[in-house]
C-alpha cells in the first residue's frame, strides 16, 4: 500500500468511525443504551485501524523512510485527530444520557 492509500485509508476509517459515534448518540437520546455502547464500542474499533496505520508511518519515519509533507497526509492527521477528541466527548455525552434516565 502506498503513503497515499495509507492516508486515504485514516480518512475512511475516521469518518466510519465518527458516523458510528453520531448513531451511538442518537441511539442514548432514544434510550437504547445498548445499541449505544455497542455502536461506541464498533466506533472505538474502527478507529484503532486507522491509528495502527497511523503507527506504521511514524515507525517509518523514525527508521528512517520519510514521508514528503503533503496536505492529504495533514488531513488525515486532522480527520483522525477530530475524532479521537470527539470519541472522549461522545463517550461523556452518552454517560450523561444514561444517567439523566
Same mark, same amino acid.
Given at each position: 500500500?502506498?503513503d497515499e492509500q495509507k492516508?486515504? +485509508?485514516?480518512?475512511?476509517?475516521?469518518?466510519?468511525?465518527?458516523? &458510528? &459515534?453520531?448513531?451511538?448518540?442518537?441511539?442514548?437520546?432514544?434510550?437504547?443504551f445498548d445499541a449505544s455502547q455497542? &455502536? &461506541?464500542?464498533? +466506533?472505538? @474499533?474502527?478507529?484503532?485501524?486507522?491509528? !495502527?496505520?497511523? @503507527? =506504521?508511518?511514524? =515507525? @517509518?519515519?523514525?527508521?528512517?523512510?520519510?514521508?514528503?509533507? +503533503?496536505?492529504?497526509?495533514? !488531513?488525515? #492527521?486532522? !480527520?483522525?485527530? @477530530?475524532?479521537? /477528541?470527539? #470519541?472522549?466527548?461522545?463517550?461523556? /455525552?452518552?454517560?450523561?444520557?444514561?444517567?439523566?434516565?
Amino acid at each position: 500500500m502506498t503513503d497515499e492509500q495509507k492516508w486515504f +485509508s485514516i480518512i475512511a476509517f475516521a469518518g466510519e468511525s465518527f458516523s &458510528l &459515534l453520531n448513531e451511538a448518540l442518537i441511539a442514548a437520546k432514544k434510550q437504547d443504551f445498548d445499541a449505544s455502547q455497542r &455502536l &461506541l464500542g464498533d +466506533s472505538e @474499533n474502527i478507529l484503532k485501524e486507522a491509528h !495502527h496505520i497511523q @503507527n =506504521e508511518l511514524l =515507525e @517509518n519515519e523514525i527508521n528512517g523512510k520519510s514521508i514528503e509533507f +503533503s496536505m492529504l497526509f495533514t !488531513h488525515a #492527521q486532522d !480527520h483522525l485527530m @477530530n475524532v479521537i /477528541l470527539a #470519541q472522549n466527548i461522545y463517550r461523556e /455525552l452518552i454517560e450523561l444520557q444514561h444517567n439523566k434516565h
